[in-house]
């Protein structure tokens, strides 16, 4: 009778247990979509979408580096400016920072690759938004 009693404890703590970690899982799935659907309705778009005019500035950004000395290149900071953004190299952290003209001001960071003495610009999702 006594194991019995136990038993049935137990397996109710347990099944309890189960479900709040079902219960919390849902909770932690909903928290994070609102956060993802939060930063659509605020920005226009998601933290994963490259502008075309983005992607414009990089690539003509990347197309000017190439023509230079990759030596030359990287021997301080800089920045290069076209129509609507910006480009800047800080020697320190080693990475370029793209800044847009538009509002929201925004700096999203990019990483690079040499490869076969050319520069591959490779634009990230971290985002800065300054005021």
């Not at 075309?52 to 690539?59: A, D, I, R, V, Y």
């Amino acid at each position: 009778m006594f194991v019995k009693k136990r038993g049935s404890v137990l397996i109710s703590t347990i099944l309890i247990l189960s479900l709040i970690i079902i219960i919390t899982n849902c909770a932690f799935k909903m928290m994070k979509n609102n956060n993802e659907m939060e930063y659509l309705y605020k920005h226009d778009g998601d933290i994963y979408n490259l502008k075309n005019s983005e992607k414009n500035s990089l690539f003509e950004f990347m197309q000017e580096l190439n023509k230079e000395e990759i030596e030359k290149v990287f021997e301080g900071d800089f920045q290069k400016t076209n129509s609507n953004n910006t480009l800047n190299y800080n020697k320190e952290k080693n990475i370029f920072y793209l800044r847009n003209c538009k509002k929201p001001i925004q700096e999203r960071k990019v990483k690079y690759i040499k490869k076969n003495k050319k520069i591959i610009l490779i634009p990230t999702y971290k985002i800065k938004y300054i005021e």
